[in-house]
C-alpha cells in the first residue's frame, strides 16, 4: 500500500515538474512542488544508469552554463553527446540547443547580476560551442520556436514607462539570439508545428513523430509576420538570411492586425 502511495505521489510531481505557459507551450520552470519534491529526482548519484548520469550532468551544465560555460566545454572535451542530454521534460529538454532557445540568457538580467553586459553573452559562445563540437544546428525547427516562444503577450506583462529598458533589451536580445542561430547555419525556413510543444503531445515523441508535424507546420517569417511591427526587425533578420515569403505570408500579415506589416508584406510580395 505504501509503495502505491508513493508511486502516486512521484507520478503527480513528474506531471507537476514540467510547467507550461499560457500558449500551451512546455517550459522548464522551477514550479514550488518541484522544490519541495524534486531534491531526490535531481541528484545525479541516484540516478543508476551511468550514461544516463552523464547525460544529466550534461543538461545540467547546458541549464547554468550562464555561471560556468567552462563546465560545458570540459564534458563535450570528455564526449558528450553535443545533441543530447538528459533532461526533465522530454524531447523539448533532450536537445541542448533547444534548451537554450526556452532559456535565451537576456541582456537585462546580465547586467542586474553582474554590472555590465559583455561583448559576447554565454548563450552566445554555447552556440557555437556547441556547433563546434559536432550539434546539428538544424536537427529541430528552433529558429521557428525562437518565434513562437516569444510573444507580444511577453511585452503586454510589462509597464511601457517603467519597464522601457527592459522591453527595449527584450527586443535586443530576441534579435541577437536570433541572428546567433542563423550565422551558426539554422535554416530560416525550417518549419514548425505547436503540436510537439503542447499539453496534449507525448515527452517520448520520435524523430520521425516530430518531423512529421513540422514538415506541416508553419514557417518561422509567417511566426514573426503575425506578431506585428513590433517584431519588424525579426522579420527583416529572416529575410536577410534567407527566409522566403509564400501565400500564407499575406495572410499571417492581415491576422497581425497591424496596417503598416500589412503594407510592408505586399510591398515585398
Not at 547546458?62 to 522530454?90: I, S, T, W
Not at 546539428?136 to 522601457?164: G, M, V
Not at 517520448?204 to 517584431?231: Q, R, V
Request: net charge neutral.
Amino acid at each position: 500500500m505504501e509503495k502505491k502511495v508513493l508511486i502516486c505521489v512521484f507520478s503527480i510531481f513528474l506531471l507537476l515538474s514540467c510547467s507550461k505557459d499560457s500558449r500551451n507551450i512546455v517550459l522548464n520552470k522551477i514550479h514550488p512542488m518541484r522544490l519541495i519534491l524534486s531534491s531526490n529526482r535531481k541528484n545525479l548519484y541516484n540516478i543508476k544508469d551511468e550514461s544516463k548520469r552523464k547525460d544529466r550532468e550534461f543538461y545540467r551544465a547546458v541549464v547554468r552554463y550562464k555561471f560556468d560555460l567552462d563546465k560545458v566545454k570540459e564534458l563535450l572535451e570528455n564526449g558528450a553527446d553535443p545533441n543530447y542530454c538528459y533532461g526533465e521534460c522530454g524531447w523539448v529538454d533532450s536537445n541542448p540547443l533547444m534548451v537554450l532557445c526556452q532559456g535565451t540568457f537576456f541582456c537585462y538580467t546580465f547586467k542586474r547580476a553582474y554590472g555590465e553586459i559583455p561583448p559576447i553573452l554565454p548563450d552566445i559562445d554555447l552556440i557555437n560551442t556547441l556547433v563546434k563540437y559536432g550539434a546539428d544546428i538544424n536537427k529541430y525547427p528552433y529558429i521557428w520556436s525562437l518565434q513562437y516562444y516569444y510573444t507580444n503577450d511577453d511585452i503586454k506583462k510589462l509597464d511601457k514607462e517603467k519597464d522601457a529598458e527592459q522591453i527595449k533589451s527584450f527586443f535586443i536580445d530576441i534579435d541577437r539570439i536570433l541572428e546567433a542561430f542563423l550565422k551558426a547555419g539554422a535554416s530560416p525556413n525550417k518549419r514548425g508545428h505547436s503540436y510537439p510543444f503542447s499539453y496534449d503531445s507525448p515527452d517520448n515523441m520520435s524523430e520521425e513523430e516530430l518531423n512529421s508535424y513540422f514538415d506541416k507546420g508553419t514557417t518561422p517569417i509567417n511566426e514573426a509576420i503575425k506578431k506585428g511591427m513590433m517584431w519588424e526587425s525579426q522579420v527583416d533578420l529572416l529575410l536577410k538570411y534567407g527566409a522566403k515569403l509564400d501565400s500564407n505570408s499575406l495572410k499571417a500579415a492581415q491576422e497581425s492586425g497591424d496596417k503598416d506589416m500589412l503594407l510592408k508584406i505586399k510591398n515585398l510580395l
